[in-house]
Nanobody
Framework: QVQLVESGGGLVQAGGSLRLSCAAS????????MGWYRQAPGKQRELVAF???????NYVDSVKGRFTISRDNAKNTLYLQMNSLKPEDTAVYYC?????????WGQGTRVTVSS
């Protein structure tokens, strides 16, 4: 079973950037859509962005123009480039397939944006 491990989070000031990575223990080339989810304190987990096997991307309105999702099937890795970060982006970020599978939730990576 493929395991997903997120990394790249941290503490950053508003306006800063971070690049998140999601490393899969197995091949993701056969996986169609993969996405980044986040859960802010006291809120439900939400889908932030996804990318299909064909490279089509989609973003939640709140991150459009600031976040970019990409995947490297050769490296079995999913990325999320986050620019112009805002305090409301503070959350634990997770990667998973679409629709999500409970078997694939990892520990996530925490992103904290200070004002």
């Amino acid at each position: 079973q493929v395991q997903l491990v997120e990394s790249g989070g941290g503490l950053v000031q508003a306006g800063g950037s971070l690049r998140l990575s999601c490393a899969a223990s197995g091949s993701i080339s056969s996986v169609d859509a993969m996405g980044w989810y986040r859960q802010a304190p006291g809120k439900q987990r939400e889908l932030v962005a996804f990318i299909t096997g064909g490279g089509r991307t989609n973003y939640v309105d709140s991150v459009k123009g600031r976040f970019t999702i990409s995947r490297d099937n050769a490296k079995n890795t999913l990325y999320l480039q986050m620019n112009s970060l805002k305090p409301e982006d503070t959350a634990v970020y997770y990667c998973n397939v679409l629709p999500y599978s409970r078997d694939y939730w990892g520990q996530g990576t925490r992103v904290t944006v200070s004002s």
